[in-house]
Nanobody, 125 residues
Framework: QVQLVESGGGLVQAGGSLRLSCAAS????????MGWFRQTPGKEREFVAAISWFTGSSTDYADSVKGRFTIARDNAKNTVYLQMNSLKPEDTAVYYC?????????????????WGQGTQVTVSS
């Protein structure tokens, strides 16, 4: 079992920045690829960013966040981060982190084994 706890969400004005954190516990964190997804009411959860296991040498981003968001991991702290810059109102959502027991990440939520409870991000115009 892997437990994931997100933090860092909040209210920010358009153009601002937030950094989300996802703290993992329970198993060897470095053995898991990690992903961030988001969901707004009435819509399906969508992929945001992901990072491969161990060194995190491979990353992937949704087109909508490329150049604005950065995913990173710190295995010593069992934490994955999502740095979000130049935020837009359309980035408003509940953000979830997820863990996948595999080397490479994936943009399909069905491929992930564990999920956090989510953290709300609200971007005002």
């Amino acid at each position: 079992q892997v437990q994931l706890v997100e933090s860092g969400g909040g209210l920010v004005q358009a153009g601002g920045s937030l950094r989300l954190s996802c703290a993992a516990s329970g198993r060897t964190f470095s053995n898991y690829a990690m992903g961030w997804f988001r969901q707004t009411p009435g819509k399906e959860r969508e992929f945001v960013a992901a990072i491969s296991w161990f060194t995190g040498s491979s990353t992937d981003y949704a087109d909508s966040v490329k150049g604005r968001f950065t995913i990173a991991r710190d295995n010593a702290k069992n934490t994955v981060y999502l740095q979000m810059n130049s935020l837009k109102p359309e980035d408003t959502a509940v953000y979830y982190c997820a863990a996948k027991r595999a080397r490479y990440s994936d943009d399909r939520e069905s491929e992930y084994d564990y999920w956090g409870q989510g953290t709300q991000v609200t971007v005002s115009s």
